[in-house]
């Protein structure tokens, strides 16, 4: 992410990236031995019953829905693609989460 592309608004998914774990310890959202940590999602890459509005649903494919949850809301800032690099496994070449 960088200041010249997209809404320059970033989440931070400390249970999904080393950077996201280490900055949310550093701003005292998570602690070293997992407390704060939040993951609602299974092996498969499904929303668990944490996140009920999706429960069962993988998380590229609620996509959209939360997209139109968060319209609906009133609480969208911006829907749009952006081209970036993506994470792979590098055993299967699928998608990291």
Do not use: N
Not at 5 to 34: K, L, S, Y
Not at 54 to 63: P, Y
Not at 70 to 76: N, R, Y
């Amino acid at each position: 992410v960088s200041t010249e592309a997209g809404t320059c608004i970033v989440h931070q998914a400390p249970a999904f990236g080393e950077d996201d774990f280490r900055i949310c310890m550093a701003e005292g959202i998570v602690r070293q031995d997992g407390a704060g940590l939040f993951c609602p999602v299974d092996d498969k890459g499904c929303f668990t019953q944490e996140v009920s509005d999706f429960a069962g649903q993988h998380v590229k494919v609620a996509d959209k829905a939360i997209k139109d949850k968060l319209k609906d809301l009133g609480a969208l800032v911006f829907a749009g693609a952006e081209v970036h690099s993506y994470p792979h496994c590098w055993r299967s070449d699928t998608p990291l989460i």
